[in-house]
């Protein structure tokens, strides 16, 4: 995690206190996303997403064939889709968000 170190430097060669809290602000979703990218990887956290993905499947399966379906069952299904699909992200995507992360800080 030397690219946090090197944030920290630049972050105190600021001037303005508003641009230091941007910075703050950013090493924080930055640490947030590195803790969301090592519990990702934990066997408990991979099954949880397997299912997750299973349970949209599901839904999709649903969707597509079940042409008798409500309005109202309809917009449940994709509520509960985009609910999945974004705990699915709140995991996956930390992985890609800490590499882009480092690779912005490398380049200050």
Known sequence: MD???KLNKYKESLTF???????????KSIRGNI????VSKMDGVKELI????EKIE???????????LTEQERDKLFIRKDEQ???INFFVDSEE?????EDKIKNL
Do not use: G
């Open 3 to 5: 690219y946090l170190k």
């Open 17 to 27: 206190p508003s641009d230091q809290r941007v910075i703050e602000q950013w090493e």
């Open 35 to 38: 803790v969301r990218s090592e």
């Open 50 to 53: 397997q299912k997750l993905k």
């Open 58 to 68: 599901k839904c999709n399966f649903i969707l597509q064939n079940d042409r008798d």
């Open 85 to 87: 699909q974004w705990l």
């Open 97 to 101: 968000v800490v590499k882009s992360a």
